[in-house]
């Protein structure tokens, strides 16, 4: 699994023009699922986030995680996370799992952070989404699985 991470002051996932997700401070998760992710993944990627020391404290040093600020995460599936450019001039798409097998790990992946506490808001799985955040610092991360 990857995951491209980004603070925010505020974010929402619009799906044709209704919003279905929409939070305050925390963290914006694009996620994307490749052939071979397993449960075990999922567990290990929302563990890292939710604890992950991103935030300031009172002294400007990133060391409180989204759970020790009360934020929220969006997250949004992204299967283009595993679009491989190095050929030609068009993403060969291979490396993303099929949509039936993502979209089951996907919504583990989300459960397993609503289990470890934070709130936790989602796009619509294979839908066209207008993402729109403002960005916090911005904080920019991508973790992977793997």
């Given at each position: 699994m990857r995951v491209v991470l980004q603070r925010s002051k505020a974010a929402k996932v619009v799906v044709a023009g209704e919003t279905i997700g929409e939070i305050e401070s925390g963290l914006v998760l694009?996620?994307?699922?490749?052939h071979g992710d397993t449960a075990e993944d999922a567990a290990y990627l929302a563990e890292k986030i939710v604890n992950l020391r991103i935030f300031e404290d009172e002294n400007g040093k990133m060391?409180?995680?989204v759970l020790d600020v009360g934020g929220s995460i969006l997250s949004v599936s992204q299967f283009t996370l595993y679009?491989?450019?190095?050929?030609?001039?068009?993403?060969?798409?291979?490396?993303?799992?099929?949509?039936?097998?993502?979209?089951?790990l996907?919504?583990?992946?989300?459960?397993?952070?609503?289990?470890?506490?934070?709130?936790?808001?989602?796009?619509?799985?294979g839908a066209m989404m207008d993402v729109q955040l403002t960005n916090d610092g911005p904080v920019t991360l991508i973790l992977e699985s793997k």
């Open positions: 694009l996620v994307g699922v490749t060391n409180h995680s679009g491989d450019c190095r050929k030609g001039r068009r993403p060969n798409f291979m490396d993303a799992a099929r949509p039936e097998e993502a979209e089951v996907y919504e583990r992946f989300n459960e397993e952070i609503r289990k470890r506490g934070v709130r936790t808001e989602t796009g619509q799985f």
